[in-house]
C-alpha cells in the first residue's frame, strides 16, 4: 500500500497528527503495536496546558475536555508543613485543565473512527525502511496475521519513549540525565483532598497529589527507582503520603482503597536532529521528560502542531527542505520544557546527596519563588504553556 504520511504509534501525538494532516487534506495511516484498550488502560499525567485544550477543541478532535475536564486556575507549592498557592490567572491570565491523558486518547482515537482515518492497531513485527530514500516505508503484520509494506512520502516515528524509528537515525546525538529517585504513582477511591493540585516538598521526599474524579484521585511519592510496588501495603503508602504532607495547618488527605500501583520512570532525554533523511520523530520518541510539571503529553502536542504545518509543505508543495525547520522550531519548547521540568524537580525533591547547606538553599529557593511576585509568575508562565511561535 501507500500513503502521503506513515506514523509509527497510535498514542496522542501519532493520533493527534493524523488528525491535523486530514484537516489540511492529507492521507495517512498510522500502525501501532496495542491494542486500543490496552492504550486505554494505560495511566498517564493529567495536566492539559491551555493551548493543548484549545488545540483539542479547535482542530475539531472533541470538547469534551472543557465539559467534562476541570479548569485549575493555579497549583499550591507545600514545604515547611505550608501551603503556598501560585494564582497562575492573576500572574499570567491562564489556567490548565485536569483532563487524564486517557481521556484525551480516547477522544483522538473516536475522531480518527468518526472521521474514516486509517489507524491500524495490534500490529506485529514493525520496522522502518529506506527512511533517507524518497519512498521510505513502514512494514508490519496486521491484526489478520498478514505482512504488510506502505510506502510514504514521509514517515513519522511517534513510537514512544522507547522508539524503535529512532534507532535508525545513525548520526544523531542523544542528550541523556537520569535521577536517582523515581515516582510511586497511585489510584485510589476517595474524595479530592483539595481542589488544586499539592506539590509538596517534605525531609521525607516529594509527594503530588492530584485528582482524576470526583471519587477517584491520584497521587504520587518520590521512592528509590528499583523500588518494588509489592513492599508497599496499603497502609504504608497512606503513612507515607500523611507524614509528607503533614503541617502545622492539620491537613490530612481522604484515604480509600488503592487499585492501581506503578513505579514511573525518571529521566530527561533529548534527541538531535528530530529529522533524518525522510523521517521526523514527535513525541516521547523525540524527548522525555521528569514528570514534575506534566510537561511530557503538552509537548507531544506542541511538537505535532507544528508537524502538521512542516507537513503540509513538504508533502503538498514538494518542498523537502520544509523539514529541516522542525527541529529547531520542536526543540525550542522542548529544551524550555526539559529546563523548566529539572527545575521543578530539583526544587521539590530530596536529593540523596544533599548537604544541610543544601538543604538550606533548597528551601530558600522554595520561599524566594513563593515571596517574589516575578519568580511566581515565571513559574506560572512554563507551567501554563509556552506560545506556539
Ligand atoms: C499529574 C502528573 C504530573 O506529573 C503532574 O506534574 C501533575 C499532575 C497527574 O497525573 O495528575
Redesign the pocket.
Known amino acids: 500500500g501507500s500513503t502521503r504520511v506513515g506514523i509509527v504509534g497510535g498514542g496522542p501525538a501519532g493520533l493527534m497528527l493524523s488528525h491535523l494532516l486530514q484537516v489540511a487534506g492529507i492521507d495517512s495511516i498510522v500502525i501501532e503495536t496495542r491494542s486500543r484498550e490496552e492504550i486505554e488502560q494505560t495511566h498517564r499525567?493529567?495536566?492539559l496546558e491551555r493551548d493543548s485544550v484549545r488545540l483539542l477543541v479547535e482542530s475539531g478532535v472533541s470538547d469534551r475536555v472543557l465539559r467534562e475536564g476541570h479548569e485549575h486556575q493555579g497549583i499550591d507549592l507545600r514545604f515547611g508543613g505550608v501551603s503556598h498557592r501560585i494564582d497562575f490567572q492573576g500572574l499570567v491570565g491562564a489556567s490548565v485543565w485536569l483532563y487524564p491523558q486517557t481521556d484525551v486518547f480516547i477522544d483522538l482515537a473516536s475522531a480518527r473512527e468518526r472521521d474514516g482515518g486509517d489507524v491500524r492497531y495490534g500490529v506485529t513485527e514493525t520496522a522502518v525502511v529506506d527512511v533517507t530514500s524518497d519512498r521510505p516505508g513502514m512494514l508490519f503484520t496486521d491484526a489478520e496475521g498478514v505482512r504488510q509494506e506502505v510506502r510514504c512520502d514521509v514517515l513519522v516515528g511517534a513510537d514512544g519513549s522507547h522508539s524503535m524509528t529512532r534507532s535508525t537515525v545513525v548520526d544523531r546525538k542523544d542528550y541523556f540525565r537520569q535521577y536517582p529517585f523515581a515516582w510511586f504513582g497511585i489510584l485510589c477511591e476517595a474524595p479530592p483532598s483539595a481542589p488544586e493540585?499539592i506539590y509538596t516538598r517534605s525531609e521525607r521526599g516529594f509527594a503530588?497529589i492530584?485528582q482524576r474524579t470526583d471519587s477517584v484521585q491520584?497521587m504520587y511519592f518520590q521512592c528509590s527507582p528499583d523500588e518494588s510496588v509489592d513492599d508497599w501495603s496499603e497502609d504504608r503508602i497512606w503513612a507515607e503520603l500523611q507524614a509528607r504532607l503533614a503541617g502545622a495547618d492539620g491537613f490530612t488527605l481522604k484515604e480509600g482503597r488503592i487499585f492501581d500501583k506503578t513505579v514511573l520512570p525518571f529521566r530527561s532525554y533529548v534527541c538531535e536532529p528530530l529529522r533524518y533523511g525522510n523521517l521526523v520523530l514527535a513525541g516521547d520518541a523525540a524527548h522525555t521528560v521528569p514528570?514534575?510539571?506534566?510537561k511530557g503529553l503538552n509537548l507531544a502536542l506542541a511538537d505535532v502542531r507544528v508537524l502538521a504545518e512542516v507537513l503540509e509543505s513538504a508533502v503538498l508543495k514538494n518542498d523537502k527542505a520544509a523539514l529541516d525547520s522542525y527541529t529547531a522550531r520542536a526543540l525550542d519548547r522542548v529544551w524550555k520544557a526539559q529546563y523548566f521540568s529539572n527545575w521543578m524537580t530539583t526544587m521539590l525533591h530530596a536529593l540523596p546527596d544533599a548537604s544541610d547547606f543544601d538543604v538550606r538553599r533548597q528551601l530558600a529557593e522554595l520561599t524566594a519563588v513563593v515571596d517574589s511576585e516575578h519568580a511566581s509568575r515565571y513559574l506560572a508562565e512554563c507551567y501554563t504553556g509556552w506560545p506556539t511561535p
Open positions: 499525567a493529567g495536566i493540585l503530588l492530584s491520584r514528570p514534575t510539571g506534566a
